[in-house]
């Protein structure tokens, strides 16, 4: 059953981020008053945007990346730039720890490089 995060334009300009199997279905629930606390204080207008995931919990995960972004990300990802998409859809799958890792071992051939190289070496 796949998996949706979506992207909705809230009154006040507001932009909100969800979860649901079915985006339509969702999005009348939000337009009828009965969705996030959020919707019911700024109704939504439309759905921007929405991405398919396989699983529940790369959806989640996916959700919790968008929501962090700033603002003007957010309106760049709802218009659909491909390089910010591609960056948060990027390792989605890995666990926190797996990631912190590959960072790490990324970080490590850095210095290494700049190292044999004779230049100072630069975090990620």
């Given amino acids: 059953?796949?998996?949706?995060?979506?992207m909705l334009r809230c009154a006040g300009n507001r932009i909100y981020t969800g979860y649901a199997v079915d985006v339509e279905a969702r999005f009348a629930q939000h337009k009828a008053?009965?969705?996030?606390?959020?919707?019911?204080?700024?109704?939504?207008?439309?759905i921007l945007r929405?991405?398919?995931?396989?699983?529940?919990?790369?959806?989640?995960?996916?959700?919790a990346r968008?929501?962090?972004?700033?603002?003007?990300?957010?309106?760049?990802?709802?218009?659909?730039?491909k390089a910010l998409t591609d960056n948060l859809l990027a390792g989605l799958s890995e666990t926190l720890e797996e990631r912190d890792s590959r960072i790490r071992r990324a970080n490590r051939e850095k210095e290494k490089v700049e190292k044999e190289k004779?230049?100072?070496p630069e975090s990620l």
């Fill in 118 to 120: 004779g230049e100072k």
């Fill in 1 to 6: 059953m796949p998996h949706f995060v979506y």
């Fill in 50 to 63: 929405f991405f398919e995931l396989e699983s529940h919990e790369l959806a989640l995960r996916l959700e």
């Fill in 66 to 81: 968008i929501k962090k972004l700033p603002r003007p990300q957010k309106e760049l990802l709802a218009a659909g730039d």
């Fill in 33 to 46: 008053g009965k969705g996030a606390k959020f919707t019911r204080a700024f109704p939504p207008e439309c």
